[in-house]
């Protein structure tokens, strides 16, 4: 038996539940992992509580789609993987609504899993992957973002904010954070952020303007949406992307381009599943953080950790917006 976490209806962070499942035997194509560490994302607070872009079909449903363990059985048809190995759980690669690692065992597709690096250990495993592969994979794979463009980030203080900010620092792009309350500036700034604008003070879209000489970013990268996507749209340059990777604010979105007279603006919607449902795509973006995490330009920002009995405790700091970085849920064996 372990003990997994389900939810038996939708809701708040209070409808989870620890139940003690079989986890039974990975069946073709799967493996069963012993799960160390947790990776916590937006993407299932949404699904928990039936607002994300894939509904649940079914109750009790499980969660989770990011983490780091150690295999312990193999399936039929399964290569380049064996018993003993230690591994991180790409996210993804499967829905929800058929498999889930808030558990202490998780039988997952053997296609999610990547050998983990040596000196990298769960939590680092459990917190790196879902950050850069959707920070890169907009920035770089899809947006073309090179050295000399201009990113505003919207929500810089997340998992994937912090991310884009190593990224595009990487390629030699300028970063230029947005956060909404002012106590988060000092990190920004230390985390690679060339400026920090700090959106309950100041008129977002006049400083950009004003930091890059009125000619506007390149992109903006944001993870909010609803009403304030007119006013981000005013500081994109002509021909830019402004990408929209989230809704946090949980308002109707507007399209900016006829508020601002038609101007020549790409809007897109982004998922990172624009790249683990492309292999080319996924090992461009696995060979680009692999190498950041070896060459040390890449790390996992971690916030807090929870061990998985306090679950609940977890999704309610992720939705105070607190939280600077990933939060990582551990499980003791």
């Known amino acids: 038996m372990a ?6 209806e939708v809701g708040g962070p209070e409808v989870m539940r620890l139940d003690d499942l079989e986890t039974g035997e990975p069946g073709p194509g799967e493996v069963r992992i012993r799960v160390e560490a947790i990776g916590i994302n937006r993407a299932e607070a949404l699904f928990r509580s039936d607002r994300y872009i894939e509904p649940v079909r079914h109750l009790p449903a499980r969660l989770g789609a990011e983490a780091a363990g ?28 058929d498999y889930g690692v808030y558990g202490e065992r998780a039988i997952v597709p053997a296609a999610a899993l990547l050998h983990r690096p040596d000196g990298v250990d769960a939590v680092s495993g459990a917190a790196v992957w879902m950050p850069y592969l959707t920070a890169y994979g907009a920035l770089v794979e899809v947006g073309g973002m090179r050295a000399g463009d201009v990113v505003a980030l919207n929500a810089a203080s997340s998992g994937v904010g912090l991310a884009a ?16 309350t002012g106590d988060k500036k000092d990190r920004l700034l230390k ?17 950009l303007l004003a930091l890059t000489g ?9 993870a909010v949406a609803g009403p304030g996507v007119t006013d981000l749209a005013r500081a994109v340059a002509p021909d ?18 006829f508020a601002l007279g038609m101007p020549a603006l790409n809007v897109r919607t982004y998922t990172v599943l624009e790249i683990t449902k492309d292999p080319r795509r996924l090992r461009r973006a696995e060979a ?18 929870f061990p998985l009995e306090e679950i609940v405790q977890a999704h309610q700091h992720m939705e105070s917006d607190a939280r600077f970085g990933k939060i990582v849920v551990t499980v003791a064996h």
């Open 214 to 222: 009125g000619k506007g970013v390149e992109y903006v990268f944001d």
């Open 288 to 305: 680009f953080v692999a190498s950041g995490l070896r060459s040390g330009v890449f790390r996992p920002v971690v916030d807090r950790l």
């Open 165 to 180: 900010i190593h990224t595009a620092n990487r390629v030699g792009a300028t970063p230029i954070a947005i956060t909404r």
């Open 70 to 97: 150690v295999i312990e059985a193999v399936g039929p048809e399964v290569t380049g993987f064996e018993e003993g190995q230690a591994v991180s759980v790409l996210p993804g690669f499967f829905s929800q609504n």
């Open 191 to 207: 985390e690679g952020a060339a400026e920090v604008i700090v959106s309950d003070e100041e008129d977002v879209a006049a400083r």
């Open 3 to 8: 003990r997994t976490v389900r939810f038996h």
């Open 240 to 257: 830019g992307t402004l990408f929209l990777y989230g809704g946090l604010s949980g308002q109707p979105t507007p399209y900016p381009g």
